[in-house]
């Protein structure tokens, strides 16, 4: 069978050129690479295009287990959208691992405000999100959350206080999204998104060549349809398996 084997890149084809990360082949393109070994010890790139070494690559195909669609395609915007609330205190953490099980993600946007009503009705199942992350422009990761639904045995939503709505799936959905907290409030409403494990597709190499944005976006209704935040370069730290910003 051979040791190496091809692929096609859905989204950027990435490769290391002149001192800096960048997409050097575009969507589309067809690569190939190594189907074993240690990301830690192996050589991150390869060719004279520095073409990225991804020894885990990973298909999925995935349905609701409704049989509904959860989130419109109108929401997997190819570029940020500018009609997103935004709010001055956010942040954006991803750690990749050698060992998928161990990836993770947390994104907040606090210290904004919206009610309840903004976020719909997910209890109910009629409201389905999608977490939107942009790097340089570029659409590279949108993890769908379903509205309503069963988790470990439970519902997977539930409304809390009159104020806030929470997802939790211990064991992660398709898209690797074990929690959600969406908290109303005047100047205290909170948006917060969490995932672990090998269905999360993180997106590195990171290149954030400008900024990097993320945008939680829902079902259209009332009231704000998104939650954003823009993280300006450089970020705090961003590294081949790991990036962490703040705003301010």
Aim: aromatic share 6%.
């Amino acid at each position: 069978m051979g040791g190496s084997g091809i692929y096609v890149a859905f989204g950027r084809a990435m490769g290391y050129m002149n001192g800096g990360w960048g997409d050097v082949h575009g969507a589309g393109a067809q690569r190939s690479g190594p189907k074993s070994g240690d990301p830690t010890e192996d050589p991150q790139v390869h060719g004279p295009q520095g073409d990225a070494v991804r020894i885990f690559n990973y298909v999925r195909l995935v349905r609701d287990a409704s049989g509904t669609i959860p989130v419109s395609e109108a929401t997997r915007a190819p570029a940020p959208r500018d009609d997103c609330a935004l709010t001055g205190k956010a942040q954006l953490k991803m750690n990749d691992n050698a060992n998928p099980s161990k990836r993770t993600l947390l994104w907040q946007w606090s210290k904004g405000s919206a009610s309840l009503a903004d976020f719909g009705d997910p209890v109910a199942g009629t409201t389905s999100y999608r977490l939107c992350v942009y790097d340089d422009g570029v659409l590279t990761m949108n993890p769908a959350i379903a509205g309503g639904g069963t988790c470990n045995g439970k519902p997977c939503w539930k409304i809390g206080g009159g104020t806030r709505l929470t997802y939790t799936n211990r064991t992660g959905n398709a898209d690797g999204i074990t929690g959600v907290t969406l908290k109303s409030g005047s100047g205290k409403a909170m948006v917060q998104v969490k995932g672990k494990g090998a269905g999360l597709a993180l997106p590195f190499p990171v290149t954030d060549s400008v900024a990097v944005t993320v945008q939680l976006v829902k079902d259209a209704g009332s009231g704000s349809e998104c939650w954003g935040a823009t993280f300006p370069s450089p970020a705090k730290k961003n590294e081949a398996e790991q990036f962490l910003d703040r705003t301010p």
